[in-house]
T-cell receptor, first 113, second 112 residues
Framework: SQTIHQWPATLVQPVGSPLSLECTVE??????LYWYRQAAGRGLQLLFY??????ISSEVPQNLSASRPQDRQFILSSKKLLLSDSGFYLC????????????FGDGTRLSIL | GESVGLHLPTLSVQEGDNSIINCAYS??????FIWYKQESGKGPQFIID?????DKRQGQRVTVLLNKTVKHLSLQIAATQPGDSAVYFC???????????FGRGTSLIVHP
C-alpha cells in the first residue's frame, strides 16, 4: 500500500533562517506531488505541485521554493524565513491522472519567532 | 447550520444523530467531487468521492449526494460518533485537472 511521510512534525525557526521540509511517498510510481499551506482555522492554499522529476509549478508568489530531486521526494525550501511563513504545511500525492483524490501527509507545524 | 465570516462554519450534533454537511461548489464544469476529514493536528483524510454522472454514492456510514442543478454537494454521516468530530472539506475538480478547488471547511462537533 502507499504511504506518505513528512518531517519534521513540528519546527520552530527564527526569522531569517533557512528552511527545508521533506516529503517522501512509498508504494507508487510517478505520483503527482503537492505542497499546501493551511493557516489556523482556514482552508488549504496550494503552494507548489509537480508532475515529474524536476518539474515544479508555483501557484502563489512566495518566499518559498520547491524541488523534486527524485520521483517520490518533494522538498519545500526557503533561504530566509519571514514571520508570515508560519503555518501548517501539508504534502500530498495523487496518481498521475486527473480526477483522483489526493492523499495527505500529517503535516509540519512551522512556527517562526 | 452555517455562519458567514472568518471562522469556520460549525455543526454541532448529539452522538447517535445523523449529520449533514453541505457544500456549494462554484463551477458548473466540475465533474469530480471529494470529501475529506481533517482531525486536529493531522492532514486531511480522503473519505469518499463522486463523479458527475452519479447523484448518490454510499460508503460505510457515509453518503454523498450531488445536485448538479443547484451545484450542491452534501455529506451525510449516519449515527454520528465522537470520533467523527473533525473539520470536513469538500473539493471539486474539473476536466481531469490535477488541482482540486477546496471549500472552506465545516467543523463538526459531536457531543456525547
Amino acid at each position: 500500500s502507499q504511504t506518505i511521510h513528512q518531517w519534521p512534525a513540528t519546527l520552530v525557526q527564527p526569522v531569517g533562517s533557512p528552511l527545508s521540509l521533506e516529503c517522501t511517498v512509498e508504494g507508487t510510481s510517478n505520483p503527482n506531488l503537492y505542497w499546501y499551506r493551511q493557516a489556523a482555522g482556514r482552508g488549504l492554499q496550494l503552494l507548489f505541485y509537480s508532475v515529474g522529476i524536476g518539474q515544479i509549478s508555483s501557484e502563489v508568489p512566495q518566499n518559498l521554493s520547491a524541488s523534486r530531486p527524485q520521483d517520490r521526494q518533494f522538498i519545500l525550501s526557503s533561504k530566509k524565513l519571514l514571520l508570515s511563513d508560519s503555518g501548517f504545511y501539508l504534502c500530498a500525492w495523487s496518481v498521475p491522472t486527473g480526477n483522483q483524490p489526493q492523499h495527505f501527509g500529517d503535516g509540519t507545524r512551522l512556527s517562526i519567532l | 447550520g452555517e455562519s458567514v465570516g472568518l471562522h469556520l462554519p460549525t455543526l454541532s450534533v448529539q452522538e447517535g444523530d445523523n449529520s449533514i454537511i453541505n457544500c456549494a461548489y462554484s463551477n458548473s464544469a466540475s465533474d469530480y467531487f471529494i470529501w475529506y476529514k481533517q482531525e486536529s493536528g493531522k492532514g486531511p483524510q480522503f473519505i469518499i468521492d463522486i463523479r458527475s454522472n452519479m447523484d448518490k454514492r454510499q460508503g460505510q456510514r457515509v453518503t454523498v449526494l450531488l445536485n448538479k442543478t443547484v451545484k450542491h454537494l452534501s455529506l451525510q454521516i449516519a449515527a454520528t460518533q465522537p470520533g467523527d468530530s473533525a473539520v470536513y472539506f469538500c473539493a471539486e475538480n474539473r476536466g481531469g485537472s490535477y488541482i482540486p478547488t477546496f471549500g472552506r471547511g465545516t467543523s463538526l462537533i459531536v457531543h456525547p
